[in-house]
């Protein structure tokens, strides 16, 4: 089992960054992949990125592609997302989640939140316009 907690949300002007952090505890850490889930209201929680256990391989969403940059350090049992270029269409409560998946192709499938495990609590990143 693995706990996480979210942090580096705010509010920042519109072509700003941020970046987010996703603390985890649990020595497996090492062994799940991340993902990167937000929710604005009114609206599901759509998928936004992921990195494998390793962090050999990541996953974006196409409208993130580009301007965000998933990467981890397991030795610090974190993993980082940063957000460039940030739209006022951005702006949403950020979730970081973990699972682990057999295979790339199921990691690389792994677009929904029932197919991951383990959730945060959330940090609010807004985007002025």
């Known amino acids: 089992q693995v706990q996480l907690v979210e942090s580096g949300g705010g509010l920042v002007q519109a072509g700003g960054s941020l970046r987010l952090s996703c603390a985890a505890s649990g020595r497996t850490f090492s062994s799940y992949a991340i993902g990167w889930f937000r929710q604005a209201p009114g609206k599901e929680r759509e998928f936004v990125a992921a990195?494998?256990?390793?962090?050999?391989?990541?996953n974006y969403a196409d409208s993130v592609k580009g301007r965000f940059t998933n990467s981890r350090d397991n030795a610090k049992n974190t993993v980082y997302l940063q957000m460039n270029s940030l739209k006022p269409e951005d702006t949403a409560v950020y979730y970081c989640a973990a699972a682990v998946f057999p295979s790339p192709a199921r990691f690389l499938g792994a677009m929904g939140a029932t197919d991951w495990d383990y959730w945060g609590q959330g940090t609010q990143v807004t985007v002025s316009s």
């Open positions: 990195i494998t256990s390793g962090g050999g391989r990541t």
